[in-house]
């Protein structure tokens, strides 16, 4: 019996490292990419507000190195832009209830990582089975814990009349705090196989770098 119970941790434990060294987001994109839009020059169009804003610039360089990456340069100004690009973020704090046993001897919380949408690895019928009762073990204790929804959206237009080209939309929540850990990883899935199809919502995981210094990001 011990030894199926120390097991079962272990097993349990590579599950929630495995979560913990993934960035899962949502990525939705719509476009009129045309053809030749590719080495195309671009300047950044940012608002009132982002102008001089620190965390505004720093998101600003990831995009930028995934453009260059791409092909495109940048322009010194945008009377020489071909295109112009912007974008916006932002987070906000979900609470989850969760209810379960007051005594349940398998339940360890939830794993680092979990958000609102999952990840659901013991399919329709949970850990237990299709018969697991959880009244079987008395009353119920509830446990309410925050999930961060993160979210950043990037448009791509033509400078001369404002024409939109590409507009694309990155949700990705997680346990932990905080955009800048996380943003290096929702950029890359933003232009993850550029333009990509159009109107289709896809799941991108990312594994986080391993030279990362940062905090780990939620995945």
């Known amino acids: ?18 979560c913990a060294s993934v960035v899962e987001s ?3 994109a719509f476009h009129a990419w045309p053809a030749d839009a590719g080495g195309k020059s671009y300047v950044f169009a940012p608002t009132k507000e982002q102008e001089n804003n620190l965390e505004y610039g720093s998101y600003a360089q990831l995009i930028r190195q995934q453009l260059q990456s791409l092909g495109f340069t940048e322009a010194a100004d945008r009377k020489s832009a ?27 919380g939830p794993p680092p990582g979990w958000g609102r949408f999952g990840p659901h690895p013991y399919g329709f019928y949970g850990p237990y089975g299709p018969f697991y009762d959880p009244f079987w073990y008395g009353p119920m204790q509830t ?4 999930v961060f929804l993160r979210r950043l959206q990037i448009g791509i237009a033509n400078a001369g009349d404002g024409k939109q080209l590409y507009d694309v939309v990155v949700d990705s929540d997680g346990n932990r705090g905080g955009l800048s850990a996380t943003m290096p990883y929702m950029v890359r899935a933003a232009f993850s196989d550029f333009p990509g199809p159009s109107g289709v919502t896809r799941h991108i995981s990312i594994k986080v770098d391993k030279d990362d210094k940062g905090s780990k990001p939620a995945a």
């Open 26 to 28: 949502n990525v939705t």
């Open 82 to 108: 071909q295109l112009t690009v912007s974008f916006t973020y932002g987070m906000n704090t979900e609470q989850v209830v969760v209810s379960r046993p007051a005594y349940d001897p398998f339940f360890y």
């Open 1 to 18: 019996m011990k030894r199926w119970l120390y097991t079962f941790i272990a097993a349990a434990s590579l599950l929630l490292s495995g």
């Open 143 to 146: 446990t309410s814990y925050p």
